[in-house]
């Protein structure tokens, strides 16, 4: 085994290369986003369940492939205490389709539809919008074959970022075939770039003879060059895949939602049959793809489960959240907190205390001056202070007075007013306020 590095005193408090936190600034928005993508899978009869975040490493180098870059450069393996191999998730696919077959969710005329969002890990070269760990929602439609469900999967995606806001996309398209054609094809592709070779990157070169496929979406311009002019794939179709292909593009036709067709769509995963899709972003630069999927009829075959055909998507989260910010989208209200509990002196802090945990057991959110060890508790302006840095929309003020007669002082922070309320009516009063405003 390989001696692992040490970090150094420089690096030790750092996250790890390609990882980063999530902080409040942007937590808000994730949640956001969230919730409009859970209220839209609902919509489209998605059911969301949790899988684990690590799997056994075969699923992954037999239902990904062996000869991906995910399988082959990116995983996240290691051995446990048990002396089993084990992969941090790269993508959510694979780990659905298990689920599904450990728990039979799918039988004869039995689907399943299911959506699922977690954190995946991909080492790969961190850039804007590439992280090595990174945020995935994915929907799977499990048990149905026609091109319906295709187009369905496609809709969902469309749908979701339609309500986010996000405009600039583009649907991309292809048919990637299944293994009655795709052979056939794979020759077809050998011959051609074995007559291109020398214009050929070393990499393709290698992978040329194993998996040709993944030569049309090489990135090295001269690749490009000799890809663009490469036999498509949908010329070479069987009669089945052709007319799948055919009803998917009718389907989207019939929604109205545009798309392009580009023969170099392949994707980085082996498991895919007939559809492969993405939606592109003009607003991201190079890591420009928000959602990336397809119909994956021999995932389940290929870890030793039945046929279980499957279409599906998985949409990057921090791309979301990157694009929306770029333009400018909405994400709702950031949550903030509705009241500052403050005591003008000692004597009003265990008042405050209570009155502070009251609020919040009636779900209005609340804070207080909770003192620090080093320098104790704050005075009354400093507490003021803190009100107007946190944001808050209300002060409940008690002083000597106030608790002399039993009331609070409760002061609208954006327009300075004043009103003395019960202590017992305080969180009534403001629920009343804030459902006014
Ligand atoms: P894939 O599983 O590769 O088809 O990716 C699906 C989507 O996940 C992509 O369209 C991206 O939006 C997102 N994604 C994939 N890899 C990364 C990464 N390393 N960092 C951030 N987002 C990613």
New binding site residues.
Partial sequence: MMEAKIETAETQNKAPR?VRDILPDESWKWAYVLNVTAQTMADFGYSEVHLPIFEHTELFSRGVGDTTD?VEKEMYTFVDRGDRSVTLR????AGMVRAALEHNLCGQNVSSKLWCWGP?F?Y?R?QK????Q???FDAECLGLSGPVADVEVIALSVEIFRRLGLRNLEVVANSVGCPNCRPQYRKVLIDYFTSKKNSLCKTCIERMGRNPLRVLDCKVPNCGVVADSAPAIYEHLCDECAAHFEEVKAGLTRLGFPYKLDKRLV???DYYTKTAY??LSGDLGA?N?????GRYDNLSESIGGPHLPGVG????????VLVMEQQGNSFGKRPRTTVYVVAQDDAARGVAQILTHKLRMEGISAEQDAGDASRGARGFKAQMKSANKIGAAWACIIGAEEMAQNVVTVKNMTSGEQTSVPLEEAANYIRQQETQS
């Fill in positions: 390609g995910i790269p993508e959510a696919t995946m991909r790969e961190p919008g590439r992280y090595r990174f945020y995935q994707r980085g995963l993405e939606i890591q793809a928000v959602c990336g999927g998507f998985a949409a990057g989260f921090d791309r979301v």
